[in-house]
């Protein structure tokens, strides 16, 4: 038998293939998939006493499950939003109780179904590359099949899904268009409560196809699908969306013009704080309020928010442990409206320092946390997290403008849960692993090709089987025509 060579005892490197078939456990579970077609189509009815809807029903069925299985390690270990999400609705429970407790039960039940039950769904069923790629191609097909109807309601006014799906007996859905117009045309808020709700939606999923999707999809049908979404988005006529989608673009040509440099996020943020530094010290107006006037359509809108924020701060901390509850908040004399377009204030207002704690904590540890994780060996799964990283970090502006409830309430954290998976998963080189041999452990043999089969004298090889490593690509008919050693 002549001598192998080190050459030849070197593994095939396995085929290149970047579809997401070839990435293990590329299959969206059908209940992600039911999530999203609910979020598509969401439709209303009443059960008993209690307002119900398709979205809320299925995380009904799904929430106790998949909480109890999440807390015997099913998927995978313990993450800081998995402890720190439930003690934030335990939280909104004992706030609610004290000011409204009316309203305690009711509200703690939907506010938990649609928030936990949103993010325990992502972070359950989208835990792999692969299943993170088939998300990105359905929120890519959803806003898509969304466009035409958009395009019909900004022209109409007429919420065209919601009047087919409130045709249905005993269902009904959103048909009457609350954003009123502006530019003259009605804003788009297709199936879902508020345009702005709309836009955020669109703005998800720009991110996630334009720039998950990178290597996956060709790069003329990944512009020409990403344009698209954010024609669609842009429909909501929201300076929410517009913010999202604009800082999104700018920090994706950010990332391409100084691709070469590791530390370009460090001068973005370095950048940002001397921006801050100056315009405190030159600016008659406070930096929030510079923020604002940009991050707004009108100078009306931007001077609204500001006085909101201070105004709501004063509420935050008048009332730090337990909030206001559902109660009126102080506010001047001629604010008649009691909105406040600011999802992180109304947390706190609502619920308290601590629940902003839980919340805030949930959300900017993990993210701080696979920001900072080393991906450079396995580019591919980089670009996911570059993805979902702007995708969070956009979405975190903008909540600062706007405030969400319902389904897209329920959507942002099930895109949070998502994600979740990257904080644990591990970095392979691609192709360094295949095919190869495992060391020999205390009492095995050299070359596990070795190990007797049932019935074969220990120390002969099985004839039957081919040679293991050959300098050859795999081949049964040459094997079968090689003399045995």
Not at 115 to 122: E, I, R, V
Not at 232 to 252: E, F, H, P, R
Not at 452 to 463: A, C, F, L, N
Request: net charge positive; with cysteine.
């Amino acid at each position: 038998m002549s001598e192998t060579s080190p050459r030849a005892m070197q593994p095939l490197p396995a085929p290149a293939d970047d579809s997401a078939s070839a990435v293990p456990g590329a299959r969206l579970s059908r209940v992600a998939v039911a999530y999203l077609l609910c979020i598509m189509l969401p439709v209303f009815f009443k059960l008993g006493p209690l307002g119900m809807g398709n979205l809320r029903l299925l995380l009904i069925v799904i929430v106790v499950p998949l909480l109890v299985r999440l807390y015997l390690g099913h998927f995978g270990k313990l993450v800081l939003p998995d402890l720190l999400f439930p003690l934030f609705i335990l939280w909104t429970m004992l706030s609610l109780i004290r000011n409204n407790p009316e309203m305690a039960i009711e509200n703690t039940g939907s506010t938990g179904i649609e928030f936990l039950g949103g993010y325990l769904c992502g972070r359950a069923y989208v835990r792999t590359s692969g299943q993170f790629l088939q998300l990105c191609r359905w929120l890519a097909l959803i806003v898509c099949l969304l466009m035409p109807v958009a395009f019909i309601e900004a022209a109409t006014g007429r919420l065209l899904l919601g009047e087919i799906l409130s045709k249905l007996p005993g269902l009904g859905s959103e048909t009457r268009n609350v954003g009123g117009t502006r530019l003259g045309l009605d804003r788009v808020q297709t199936v879902f409560a508020h345009p702005i709700h709309f836009g955020l939606f669109c703005s998800v999923a720009v991110s996630m196809v334009f720039v998950a999707m990178k290597g996956q999809m060709a790069p003329p049908l990944r512009f020409l699908v990403a344009a698209l979404m954010i024609i669609t988005g842009c429909l909501a006529l929201s300076s929410g969306a517009l913010l999202a989608m604009a800082l999104l673009i700018a920090l994706v040509t950010w990332a391409w013009i100084f691709q070469r440099l590791s530390w370009k996020w460090w001068l973005l943020l370095g950048m940002m704080a001397l921006a801050y530094v100056a315009i405190d010290l030159l600016s008659n107006r406070s930096p929030m309020r510079v923020f604002l006037s940009y991050a707004t359509m009108s100078a009306h809108t931007a001077y609204w928010r500001a006085i909101i924020f201070e105004w709501g701060m004063i509420n935050v901390w008048e009332n730090p442990l337990l909030g206001l509850g559902f109660n009126d908040w102080k506010r001047p004399i001629y604010m008649i409206s009691g909105s406040m377009d600011n999802f992180w204030l109304v947390i706190a207002v609502r619920y308290g320092i601590p629940a902003f704690l839980c919340l805030a904590l949930g959300v900017f540890v993990p993210l701080l946390r696979i920001i900072f994780r080393d991906f450079r060996a396995d580019p591919s799964l980089g670009q996911l997290r570059l993805a979902w990283v702007l995708t969070f970090v956009c979405l975190s502006f903008t909540l600062s403008t706007v405030h969400i409830w319902g389904n897209i309430f329920s959507f942002v954290f099930f895109m949070f849960g998502a994600g979740m998976w990257m904080a644990r998963t591990e970095v392979q080189v691609p192709g360094s692993d295949q095919g190869a041999v495992p060391e020999p452990g205390p009492g095995q043999p050299a070359d596990d090709t070795a190990a007797p089969r049932s019935g074969q004298t220990p120390g002969t090889r099985d004839r039957r089987a081919p040679p293991r490593y050959t300098r050859f690509a795999p081949n049964h008919a040459t094997q079968r025509r090689r003399p045995p050693v």
